[in-house]
Each structure stands twice: as structure tokens, then as C-alpha cells.
């Protein structure tokens, strides 16, 4: 058994998990992030902060221009923080996410920038532009299986040819969760059953002294996840 220590967010949303019970997924993840309630320097979470984004600012311009991306879609993009710092050789960025005041913040942040847009959109149902990645960070962990399983029905609607989510390596067993509470998944275990990814970016995490140090970053094209919908085998 996979066993590791509970994180400071997985205490504080379960601290209010009947106040959110009632809630749809935007009023949830509004709530978060008005809230405060990951308890960071960044409203993402730690997860974003610049000790655990550093190999990663190394690391991704390489895989997107290896793998030609022009395009990225970055859902959800949170606070803008990390990324808004990598020197990224893109034709058009599209950050969007479910809560409204982050993209009014930086669609106002970046108010006449040629290549970066700002939208309001839900992963697990809002029709998603086109792209040639999708980055999906720290997102699909916070999800139910049912809204996990919704995400990528959409995201293979989209049209777009790759995914670049968060998955760690080493954990043997996935477990459901309400939408907005937390715990590690791994995409090539079951339900899930992702393949082998294309390319694998290690984080490097330093929470909880060190339990989640396989947290990566996996790349699959999408067409090939086709058919491995989350709960439903």
C-alpha cells in the first residue's frame, strides 16, 4: 500500500469539505482560491512556488520545441506565477481557468501583449480551443474520477495533440476524492491506463520531506488515450 503523509491542503479543504459539498466546481475553486486555503505564497499552492517550479522552468522550453508546439493551451494557469518567467518561443499562449478573478487579473497583467490571452473556461465541459499542448498542471489531482473522466472526454474533443499533465511515477494505487480536495494520481495505473508517455519532466518536489519526489510532468498525444476514460471499465 502506497501510504503517505497528508498534505497541509488536503487538511484544510477536508477542514470545509461539508461547506463545498454543495457547491458546482467554479463557486468550489472560487472559494480555494478566495480562501486562501492551499496555504502558500502562491494562491496555486506550494506546488507553484519557485523552489518547486525550478527544474521545470529548465526543462520545458526544450519539450515544447522538441516536440513543435506553437500552440499551448495552459488549463488551469492559477496564478500565472511560474510560467509567466519561462522564456517560451510560442506563436499564441491561451491561460484559462474556472475562477474568474485569476483571468481578469492577468488579462489585465498582460493588456495588449500580442501572443497571450486570458480565458474563463472549465476543463471538465466548456468547448476548449485548439492546441498543439495542453498544459495541465496540478489540476486533473484535484479532481473526482467522474470529473477526471469528463476533462479528458473534453480534451480529446478539442482537437488538440498533446497533454502535458501531472502524474507520479511510483504510486501504485489511485483513490477518488471530491472535486477540490487533493491526492497523488498516476496515469498509467488503473482507471486511468495511460501508455507509456513520450517524455517525463521530474519536478524535483521537496514537500512533505521529499514523499512526493516522483511527481512529474507526463507528455501523451491525445488521440492515444482515446478509449481510457476513468471509471469506465
Given at each position: 500500500m502506497d501510504?503517505?503523509?497528508?498534505?497541509?491542503?488536503?487538511?484544510n479543504f477536508r477542514r470545509v469539505a461539508d461547506e463545498l459539498e454543495?457547491?458546482?466546481?467554479?463557486?468550489?475553486?472560487?472559494?480555494?482560491?478566495?480562501?486562501?486555503?492551499?496555504?502558500?505564497?502562491?494562491?496555486?499552492?506550494?506546488?507553484?512556488?519557485s523552489v518547486q517550479t525550478q527544474r521545470l522552468r529548465d526543462q520545458l522550453p526544450d519539450v515544447l520545441d522538441r516536440f513543435g508546439v506553437r500552440t499551448l493551451l495552459d488549463l488551469p494557469f492559477g496564478d500565472f506565477g511560474w510560467l509567466?518567467?519561462?522564456?517560451?518561443?510560442?506563436?499564441?499562449y491561451i491561460g484559462a481557468?474556472?475562477?474568474?478573478?485569476?483571468?481578469?487579473?492577468?488579462?489585465e497583467r498582460?493588456?495588449?501583449?500580442?501572443?497571450?490571452?486570458?480565458?474563463?473556461?472549465?476543463?471538465?465541459?466548456d468547448p476548449l480551443p485548439e492546441a498543439d499542448l495542453v498544459l495541465c498542471r496540478d489540476c486533473l489531482v484535484h479532481l473526482s474520477f467522474a470529473d477526471i473522466e469528463r476533462a479528458l472526454g473534453n480534451l480529446?474533443?478539442?482537437?488538440s495533440r498533446y497533454l502535458l499533465t501531472t502524474t507520479f511515477t511510483e504510486l501504485e494505487t489511485n483513490t477518488d476524492i471530491a472535486t477540490g480536495d487533493w491526492r497523488p494520481l498516476n496515469l498509467r495505473r488503473e482507471p486511468f491506463g495511460f501508455p507509456e508517455p513520450l517524455a517525463v519532466l521530474v519536478e524535483g518536489c521537496t514537500e512533505e520531506n521529499g514523499a512526493y519526489a516522483d511527481k512529474s510532468l507526463g507528455l501523451w498525444?491525445?488521440?492515444?488515450?482515446?478509449?481510457?476514460d476513468a471509471g469506465g471499465r
Open positions: 501510504e503517505r503523509p497528508i498534505t497541509t491542503a488536503q487538511r454543495s457547491m458546482e466546481n467554479q463557486d468550489r475553486f472560487t472559494y480555494i482560491f478566495r480562501s486562501r486555503l492551499w496555504s502558500s505564497s502562491s494562491v496555486s499552492g506550494p506546488g507553484s512556488e509567466s518567467a519561462v522564456d517560451l518561443d510560442l506563436e499564441r481557468d474556472i475562477v474568474t478573478d485569476l483571468v481578469e487579473m492577468n488579462a498582460f493588456r495588449g501583449d500580442p501572443v497571450r490571452e486570458f480565458r474563463v473556461l472549465d476543463l471538465t465541459g480529446r474533443r478539442s482537437g498525444e491525445i488521440a492515444s488515450i482515446t478509449g481510457q
